[in-house]
């Protein structure tokens, strides 16, 4: 059985209002039913719901107390707009949600949003995957919390990749994150970034190490909504991509050839190809 209704999922992006993108806006003013989570979703983001339509606060309902709310959409042929803070592909408990749509036959979309740990890297200014230093991210969280983790998926065994880390729903137990890091190989002198709140009114964004990262949550009294950057590029320095370099070419542009004789000297140089679009190798 299908449904005229819908249900639009929609990354709120991690705070700021203006941070979400333009169909996230046009999706939210246009719905009947907007649901968000006051305790992770700034109020600013319902300025785009349309005079009339039914504002649900879901913090303190359980899947169970949104269900009903998606029966009627169901029913009525109405459009709800589900607000999640950051990207609902991270943390969101949307697939569980999908599938419950999908056994009322109500359409689904997903909206996606920017995740805090991109925006934190915009506030203090830094390259996640700096050429020659770190070209992965791991997006992680602390094993032993609520949700319980699969077999395989430590902190202590992503940190042996030595590459930028950001680490989601940790900050209560900062202690043993430093210790998990340590154990899996980062230099206490790693460079960190710890970002409360980030682009709220009230956003808090300092810098440590990994040695002192237990210690700068602490002093700073943080237990939630914090995030960790780790890994030598939020501090890394003097390398350049081959992207940009004079002798690499690509579809649109040809190499100096005094340059790209000099690029191929330097090991493990790959002066050719075409890039992904919005992506530097």
Do not use: N
């Not at 992006?13 to 939210?28: E, F, N, S």
């Not at 785009?48 to 303190?60: K, L, Y």
């Not at 460079?191 to 002093?219: F, H, I, M, N, S």
Request: net charge negative; aromatic share 6%; with cysteine.
């Amino acid at each position: 059985m299908t449904s005229d209704g819908k249900a639009w999922f929609v990354g709120a992006g991690p705070g700021a209002a203006d941070l979400l993108t333009l169909r996230a806006a046009r999706v939210i003013a246009e719905a009947d039913i907007v649901i968000w989570a006051a305790s992770l979703v700034h109020a600013d983001v319902l300025d785009h719901a349309r005079p009339g339509a039914e504002v649900i606060d879901s913090s303190q309902l359980p899947i169970e107390g949104v269900l009903p709310l998606y029966q009627r959409a169901a029913e009525q042929g109405l459009t709800v707009a589900r607000i999640h803070s950051g990207d609902p592909a991270l943390w969101g408990a949307v697939q569980e949600q999908l599938e419950l749509c999908s056994a009322l036959g109500l359409a689904v979309e997903i909206v996606p949003g920017v995740s805090s740990f991109t925006a934190v890297a915009a506030i203090v200014g830094r390259e996640l995957t700096v050429p020659e230093v770190a070209q992965s991210v791991i997006l992680t969280r602390l094993e032993g919390g609520k949700t319980p983790m699969p077999p395989g998926e430590r902190v202590r065994d992503f940190a042996r990749h030595g590459t930028t880390m950001a680490l989601f729903l940790s900050a209560a137990r900062s202690g043993q994150v430093q210790a998990e890091l340590l154990a899996g190989g980062y230099p206490e002198d790693t460079p960190a970034v710890v970002a409360y709140q980030a682009t709220w009114p009230d956003e808090l964004v300092v810098r440590c190490t990994v040695g002192t990262l237990e210690a700068t949550v602490k002093q700073h009294k943080l237990w939630k909504h914090t995030l960790f950057l780790v890994g030598p590029a939020l501090a890394a320095e003097g390398t350049r991509s081959h992207l940009y370099h004079p002798g690499h070419f690509h579809t649109f542009r040809r190499a100096e050839p005094a340059a790209r004789a000099e690029l191929r000297r330097q090991p493990g140089a790959r002066t050719g190809g075409t890039a992904t679009p919005g992506h530097t190798p």
